[in-house]
RNA sequence: GGCGGCGUAGCUCAGUGGCAGAGCAAACGGUUCAUACCCGUUGUGUCGGUGGUUCGAAUCCACCCGCCGCUACCA
């Protein structure tokens, strides 16, 4: 504790993304956390930097600009506009944006690649690898798939060398481990640094760090038919914005306090950065701190995954509201750790803590000042003190301890614990019962008590909430600037003045029906939606469906399900089995399936040729009789007959059922 | 294969030698200021399995089962 307070600055940085794809929740995650850091020390009145950007070179991105027909930038500048505007519906709080392609980090870039030169830490050298020619890239043997093919073009690769410049990183794990060993903190959490320091011990090779094999980079400086690959590239950024060598910034903000990044980028930043600075003579990171992945369904969410699969972050924005979705972001996820994201589960967020527990308190503290105050927030010195300020005080210490130690969901936890005990004051001294009686002494403390905690929730919040700080003040017609003001000011109790008049408006967060949310599909599903138990049920809203019908599911369980419309391509029937059909069928560009299934005694083998029907693509394969079934044909069942699935219309094989 | 981690209430997890815990969900009760809310009570647990150490094991040890991470040139 007090690491930061002793030096009051912070230099907080995310990743730069690769812009080849829109930003999924993932990334969300990582800069909403480094985001709600930033905010938290400007609040505290710290000398504050976050920074984040975007890597735009490489090999990928040129062929993605090339496949597109246009220049790269021309390809990219409209991914990095949505990118920004994405963290301009986030409230990202960033103090700069760099892109790699901009000239002040290019120049500076190639100045520290000439001075590793110049002293011996980069030297040229030859890299040789098995290389697919049509990937244009290297691979090493496990990545490759039976028969030392190449996994995206299943050819075989060549043993390749290409003239490149090498980092010595070798020369620096000694030092490096030295360092880690030395600063228990520099690599987090616990787990990742140990991950670090067993890798490190198994030897670092030099690192091939240029590469000829394509040209969108920066050009080595001395040897200009060279790029400058991604290691020195992307990872200076940090630097590189600051404007290292000799920047101002540089000066007043390096070394960088935090490094936030996903634990797959782990060892770029904790081993191959370090090392380079290390080279560099620069100060090292305090902290490089890989938290975990955000989940679905046991799944890690990526790029490269099914498009159903990934999560617009500007469409939960739009159906939640941004804090909804900041708030579901840090209190879901252990950091450090994996979470997982489900839509029900955000709801359940939503519901219980904002909704129920801190919407409610600032609803009804404002109703029952309004209706046993006048509107104005009353005199609370005529009775002694609740103990609502203690626990205040209390839970502001947590806060600030789990800060320091980067824990966000234990930190906007410990705010619950407040809004818990207010809740529970309210009940205990039961103001209604205190104005019957006519005990105004005691009644206007106890509001007061309670007002003033739910303005220290404000304050608490005001790192990770951006919107909803300002509405409670707003409530409570209170006019301060709360972000101005800071956190030792705003945490102060009693600050809130007497004789303000409150402004009930609308209850901070409505409450989410989760019954009918998942059970219509929201918006798009009409379905079966009208026979829904929903309200006219009454206390049995929880309770099964009508006899008959299977449990209830969430759209995220139905979207489990791969359904695709194939062709059927072959039909036999299976020996000794007489319900059986074996099928050839065609997923289109998907390939094709065998499938096993039971319609021998509805559809004549010849017939079903040509035909369309139903795929359950991924369920487990299975043997039935013997015969591989990889996958399942949909048919109804109408009493003994057996009805073959189709789209109505013929469609493309492999398109999608949903 | 090697190294590391995890497996605790329906769900998410805390607990690392001394009577099994929290939040959510559920049931019941209270209350009416409030967004069917809030407050209280209640639970079911072979603490993955087996064996061992110990007066005592979720906790320490051994083995087993299951899951996961890392094991370098992919942003």
């Not at 540089?250 to 797959?264: S, V």
């Not at 498009?307 to 972001?329: A, E, H, M, N």
């Not at 301890?401 to 234990?410: A, I, K, P, V």
């Amino acid at each position: 504790m007090g690491r930061f307070l002793s030096r009051q600055r912070f230099y907080v940085t995310t990743p730069i993304y690769y812009p080849n794809d829109k930003l999924h929740i993932g990334h969300t995650y990582t800069t909403v956390a480094a985001d709600s850091l930033a905010r938290y020390h400007r609040l505290r009145g710290h000398d504050t930097w976050f920074l984040t950007g975007t890597d735009e070179h490489g090999l990928n991105l040129q062929r993605a600009a090339a496949q597109a027909g246009k220049e790269p930038l021309e390809y990219i500048d409209p991914i990095v506009e949505w990118i920004q505007h994405l963290w301009k519906r986030l409230h990202i709080s960033y103090d700069d944006f760099i892109r790699t392609t901009e000239e002040r980090h290019k120049r500076r870039v190639q100045q520290i690649f000439q001075k590793l030169y110049d002293q011996g830490d980069i030297y040229k050298g030859t890299y040789r690898g098995l290389y697919c020619v049509r990937c244009e890239a290297y691979y090493s043997e496990d990545e490759l798939a039976e028969g030392n093919l190449c996994p995206i073009h299943q050819r075989p690769v060549e043993w390749l060398e290409e003239e490149s410049y090498f980092f010595r990183l070798s020369k620096y794990g000694e030092p490096l481990l030295a360092h880690i060993e030395a600063n228990p903190d520099f690599v987090r959490p616990e787990s990742r640094r140990n991950e670090v320091i067993s890798f490190i011990r198994q030897g670092l090779e030099d690192l091939s760090v240029s590469r000829t094999s394509f040209s969108w980079g920066i050009p080595v400086p001395f040897d200009p038919k060279h790029v400058i690959y991604v290691w020195v590239d992307a990872l200076a950024n940090y630097a590189t914005a600051l404007g290292y060598p000799d920047g101002d910034l540089y000066r007043r903000f390096w070394p960088a306090d935090l490094h936030l990044i996903g634990k797959d980028i782990l060892r770029f930043h904790a081993i191959i950065w370090p090392a380079i600075l290390l080279a560099l003579g620069e100060p090292l990171p305090r902290c490089v701190y890989g938290h975990g992945w955000l989940l679905i369904d046991g799944g890690k969410i990526g790029k490269s995954r099914a498009g159903s699969q990934v999560i617009d972050p500007l469409t939960l924005i739009d159906r939640y509201g941004v804090d909804v979705v900041r708030y579901f972001l840090v209190r879901e996820v252990p950091f450090g750790a994996d979470g997982t994201y489900s839509e029900e589960s955000l709801v359940r967020r939503l519901n219980s803590d904002l909704a129920n527990d801190l919407g409610n308190l600032v609803w009804r503290t404002t109703a029952m000042i309004e209706r046993f105050c006048g509107g104005l927030i009353p005199d609370p010195s005529g009775a002694p003190a609740t103990d609502l300020a203690q626990v205040a005080a209390e839970v502001r210490r947590r806060v600030e301890q789990h800060m320091d130690r980067f824990e966000l969901n234990l930190a906007v936890a410990a705010v619950w614990d407040l809004i818990g005990r207010a809740n529970k004051l309210v009940d205990e001294a039961a103001p209604w019962e205190l104005n019957r009686r006519g005990e105004h002494a005691r009644l206007g403390r106890v509001l007061y008590d309670v007002a003033e905690a739910a303005r220290f929730a404000a304050v608490l919040l005001a790192p990770f909430l951006v919107e909803t700080p300002e509405r409670i003040y707003d409530q409570l017609g209170y006019d301060e600037d709360l972000r101005a003001v800071g956190w030792d000011a705003g945490l102060t109790w009693g600050r809130l003045p007497v004789g303000t008049r409150v402004r009930r408006g609308e209850p901070l967060f409505p409450r989410v029906d989760v019954e009918s949310l998942f059970a219509g599909g929201d918006g798009a599903g009409e379905g079966s939606a009208g026979g829904q138990g929903g309200s006219a049920g009454g206390e049995a809203s929880g309770q099964e469906p009508a006899a008959g019908a299977a449990p209830e599911i969430t759209i995220e369980e139905f979207a489990r399900l791969d359904l695709r419309v194939v062709r059927i391509l072959e039909a036999e029937p299976v020996p000794g089995a007489d319900r059986l059909l074996k099928l050839k069928v065609s997923l289109g560009s998907g390939g094709e399936r065998q499938v096993v299934a039971g319609i021998a005694r509805h559809y004549q083998p010849e017939d079903l040729v040509g035909r369309q029907a139903v795929l359950v693509a991924n369920l487990k394969p299975a043997r039935i009789r013997g015969v591989e079934s990889q996958g399942m044909l949909l048919a109804a069942a109408d009493d003994g007959r057996v009805v073959l699935v189709a789209p109505e219309q013929a469609v493309n094989p492999g398109s999608k059922v949903r």
